[in-house]
């Protein structure tokens, strides 16, 4: 296989499409705004389900709207509210330049969906034995999950949502896949940091700004309103002195 796509139209890489495109279809149908856009894997609509009317494709290659690096992103600051990223991250040379990019383009608020192979699985332990021989996927770089998280809090991200899938072994075959099928809902429930993939949607969160105003202010605020009142009952009394003489 030359290419991530490639590697979807095998019996393994269809087992785990199935599912990524559900759990992704899940994510975005309740996401709302003006603006979406999947970075990666063009021949797949990642956002087909979603209902924010303007959406478009970016990737470095193939057929897209946009071609672009997503390490330089050619799209104006605080411009999308959702961002898909299906394995952007494992064959990226620098994935922390991708993530700031997805910080600077997402309005705040906005959201961010990112997909990823998870290195502590069955599917991690192929990817050891496996990587140097360069084929897809196993030839990426695989970012632990705990890893991810700590990058998105640094950028002020907000994991608010998240799960696995594909706990069966990776083996090539429609057959044995089947076989396996029953470790799905075991995975779940027992093994619930083994799957295969990972989900994970985050949300850009800023702060805003509060005025505090110094106690010094405060306090002549307060000392000039008591002179004033302190100021009124002296003439009221002296007023009162004059017409008792």
């Known amino acids: 296989m030359t290419n991530l796509h490639d590697w979807f139209k095998t019996p393994l890489g269809r087992y785990l499409l199935e599912r990524e495109q559900a759990s992704v279809d899940r994510m975005v149908s309740d996401i709302f705004g003006f603006n979406a856009m999947q970075m990666g ?143 799905e809902s075991a995975g779940d429930r027992w093994w619930g940091m083994g799957g295969g993939a990972y989900f994970l949607q985050a949300r850009k969160r800023v702060h805003s700004m509060r005025l505090i105003m110094p106690r010094w202010y405060e306090r002549a605020g307060a000392e000039k309103g008591l002179a004033g009142v302190a100021q009124k009952a002296g003439e009221y009394r002296s007023h009162a002195q004059k017409v008792d003489d």
């Open 41 to 183: 894997l063009p021949q797949v609509d990642f956002l087909r389900a979603s209902r924010i009317p303007f959406r478009f494709t970016a990737d470095a290659e193939g057929k897209v709207q946009l071609r672009s690096d997503p390490c330089n992103l050619p799209v104006a600051s605080q411009s999308i509210d959702l961002l898909v990223l299906p394995h952007v991250l494992e064959f990226s040379v620098n994935p922390h330049q991708v993530l700031r990019e997805v910080e600077r383009v997402l309005i705040p608020e906005g959201r961010v969906i990112i997909s990823g192979f998870n290195p502590w699985s069955l599917w991690g332990v192929w990817h050891m034995m496996n990587r140097s021989r360069g084929e897809y996927p196993w030839r990426g770089k695989f970012v632990p999950l705990l890893r991810l998280k700590d990058w998105l809090a640094l950028l002020g991200f907000e994991v608010i949502a998240g799960h696995m899938c594909c706990y069966a072994p990776p083996v090539n075959s429609e057959s044995w896949l089947y076989r396996f099928s029953f470790m």
